[in-house]
């Protein structure tokens, strides 16, 4: 099953640590996307990337971090300054269509 | 500004009832609504998309640009049904989609 992969499936972290989260894919897409899935309130854009070495800040970005440094890779830091940093994170890709494809998630849990 | 509405959280149906699940949406331009469904233990993946105006699953769902609505359908719901669904809007730069808050839906025996 390839496609676009997340790692790890699931991750804790103490509070105050920095943590990356993984996501690639083989599609040959040029657009990523990262979201965060929070019971009862859908999915909400954190960061976005066109093209490789270009990101734009989505709806939430506050305390988030990316790059772009390869078109298969877009990988999403989760700083200390993120409030609230316990989540379901997804990311995703796209060719040229609207049609979105996403990864299967990471649980990140922060105690 | 735009957004989406989806505004039931739950929605409980049995087994060859039914079900219609609502979605809302409010946008300047010219929009393009889709449906991702996410079943239990699998990842989100797209369910149909307004400009195709295809039925996946015997799910249709009709723009309604006048009611800015993009409620989706099935005739006769089945457990394997079970699933949340989010309705999604596009139609801006970038490609960016824009999801209502989700609903999950419980087909009963």
């Known amino acids: 099953d390839g496609g676009i992969t997340q790692s790890p499936k699931y991750l804790f972290r103490k509070e105050g640590q920095n943590v990356t989260l993984s996501c690639e894919q083989n599609?040959?897409?040029?657009?990523m996307y990262w979201y965060r899935q929070d019971p009862g309130q859908g999915l909400r854009l954190i960061y976005y990337?066109?093209?490789?070495?270009?990101?734009q800040k989505g709806d939430i970005a506050e305390g988030y971090s990316v790059s772009r440094e390869k078109k298969e890779s877009f990988p999403l830091t989760v700083t200390s300054a993120q409030k609230n940093p316990t989540a379901f994170y997804l990311c995703a890709s796209r060719g040229d269509s609207y049609e979105q494809y996403f990864g299967p998630g990471t649980r990140l849990t922060v105690t | 500004a735009q957004r989406v509405t989806q505004p039931e959280k739950l929605l409980s149906v049995f087994k060859g009832a039914p079900v219609e699940l609502k979605c809302n949406y409010s946008y300047s331009g010219s929009p393009e609504l889709f449906w991702y469904v996410q079943y239990s233990r699998q990842r989100l993946q797209l369910l149909l998309r307004?400009?195709s105006r295809e039925s996946i699953k015997g799910f249709t769902a009709d723009l309604n640009k006048g009611e800015t609505s993009f409620h989706l359908k099935k005739p006769f719901a089945q457990e394997e049904d079970s699933a949340m669904y989010y309705c999604?809007?596009?139609?801006?730069?970038?490609?960016?989609?824009?999801f209502g808050q989700g609903t999950i839906l419980t087909v009963h025996p």
């Open positions: 999604a809007l596009g139609g801006t730069s970038y490609g960016k989609l824009t």
């Open positions: 599609l040959n897409h040029d657009a």
């Open positions: 990337s066109q093209i490789v070495n270009d990101f």
């Open positions: 307004h400009i």
